[in-house]
């Protein structure tokens, strides 16, 4: 009761002090309770990381898997492993939220294959998959990430939001405050297309298929695309179309139990 009181408090003040962002709160919590809760539905029946890895090479003429033995990665994960040790202690954003090894793996492995001059993530928490991310855009020389996030209420922002992303890796990277739903739009309007995107934010139904759909007419030829916690609902699977994809599937996150994520690489602009 206490934690509602609090929470309650803090809406109201953000009425008064930022009426942008506390609209944005509002339809969050609404579409939040609308939409039925995780768990695995059926929906998907997910490969293993082989097999996922054999294909994703063979579209991108890349061999992926080489890419997951590289020496930087490897140091990485000690970095973002020491980064959370010491500090997640003290955030006010819950490590649940952090995406889990296999997917942020993943995410590396793509994003040293694909080269995106333009990457854009939704949902950051303490930052783990944009440090895989910008790791990998490093290692390539080029481009950049835009993350986009809504932290808790009450968060430290500048304290909590990121803290596993190095100082060293953080020129390529642009933190966005905000829904995807407000935020996103403004994003492609700047940067116009986009080769990666990975959507790890509110995950309902809803708003899964208004990310894809936003982002689906710029995403170019061959772009990644990887969405985490699809298990709920059918946004990802509606994505597994010729019309949309080359090639699609599910993976098993590694420590997240019954949880998957998708990836899909795109046969063309929609």
Known sequence: MKRHITNFTQLLNL??????EFLDRLSVIF????NPGPGDRGYYQPIMVEQALARLSSILRSNVKSYLEEQRLQSLEAEVASRLNTRASQSSIRGLF???RALARICYGLCRARKPRIAIETGVAHGVTAAYLLEALEANGEGMLVSIDLPP???????DVGLAVPDRLRRRWHLR?????????EVLKSHGLVDMFVHDSLHTYRNMHREFATVAPHLTPGAILISDDI???TAFREWLTPGHLIDGFAM???AKAGLLFGVGVTAKRA
């Open 252 to 254: 098993r996150n590694s």
């Open 177 to 185: 405050f905000g829904t995807s739903r407000r935020v996103l739009p």
């Open 98 to 100: 952090d995406a889990d």
């Open 15 to 20: 009425a008064l002090k930022n009426p942008s």
């Open 31 to 34: 579409e939040a309770r609308i």
């Open 231 to 233: 298990e709920s609902n």
């Open 153 to 159: 209420l009450g968060a430290d922002r500048d304290r």
